[in-house]
């Protein structure tokens, strides 16, 4: 491919909520998808003439479940060693609840900043020119008024929104370009390899709770 045709491919960020996807692919499949690569399924997602320029997964670690977040720390190794995936953190804060039929209290875990960080990232990239087409991967409406402010500053961008297995939101698919729907296809087809190489002999391996 020449310079002058390798110019003309669309630019496209992508944009994965990680919670939102993870969620979709349990409730679809269990855990058997979990092993994600992320980078390859984007590839699935693009079409010809577009090229992927960033690929983003916004997610945080979990609390109060330690083997859980040695699985999930065991993933990102994987992913960063593999791919050039960027995993951007926020975090989980403790809040108490409480039951207003019988007044029990107890302590939960909510996750923060997540929803907030993919929407700066969204308006920031747009603003400083560095996609042609967003896909953001999740079905959380708490995302439009980002898409909205893209279309108010950069209106010739295009925005798609890519629904998770078992997920669907009326409000992204007004705020949207267009929709796609994450399949068991290509979730089958973009798993990372069983044992991923990692740089000085490191080894991270599919967790046996993700078969």
Known sequence: MSHNQNARLQRVAVYYDGFNLYHGIHDLAGRRFLWLDLQLLAKHLIRPGQKIEAVR????????????????????????AQTSVEVVLGRFQEKSCLCFSCGTTWQAYEEKETDVSIAVSLVEDAVNNRFDTALVISADSDLCPAMRAIRRLKPQLRIIAVFPPRRRSGALRRESDAVLHINEIQLRGAQLPDVVQGTGGRKYRRPAYWS
């Not at 479940?65 to 994987?78: D, F, K, T, V």
């Open 57 to 80: 997964y916004f997610t945080a670690l979990i609390r109060n479940n330690e083997s859980g977040l040695a699985r999930q720390r065991i993933y990102h190794n994987a992913l960063l």
